[in-house]
């Protein structure tokens, strides 16, 4: 069984910065992708980030040149570096873990119980 456990969200001021880190526990299975998701309540969960293979990070445009995905295999843990942060970036932070096609949230199997980022208007 994989574990996936968030932490590091918060309250920030727009402008601001906020750090998210993931750990995840030693896998048996692949995991090609990683990835960042959030989620408003009454909303679809949305697609943030992602890294492939450890590399090759990919990221929605509406987080683009804010936000920054890394991987550290050595230590099994994903983060999230986000800058100039937005009011509309207010959600529930959640990582993942699975593979095939790393933006689609059906390619993830494993997810952590989510963190939440606050971004006052």
């Known amino acids: 069984q994989v574990h996936l456990v968030e932490s590091g969200g918060g309250s920030v001021q727009a402008g601001g910065s906020l750090r998210l880190s993931c750990a995840v526990s030693?896998?048996?299975?692949?995991?090609?992708?990683m990835g960042w998701f959030r989620q408003v309540e009454g909303k679809e969960r949305e697609w943030v980030a992602n890294?492939?293979?450890?590399?090759?990070?990919r990221y929605d445009n509406s987080v683009k040149g804010r936000f920054t995905i890394s991987q550290d295999s050595a230590k099994n843990t994903l983060s999230l570096q986000m800058n100039n942060l937005k009011p509309e970036d207010t959600a529930i932070y959640f990582c993942?873990?699975?593979?095939?096609?790393?933006?689609?949230?059906?390619?993830?199997?494993?997810w952590g119980q989510g963190t939440q980022v606050f971004v006052p208007s």
């Open positions: 890294m492939f293979d450890g590399s090759n990070p």
């Open positions: 030693v896998l048996t299975v692949s995991r090609d992708c």
């Open positions: 993942a873990a699975g593979e095939g096609w790393c933006s689609d949230k059906r390619s993830y199997h494993y």
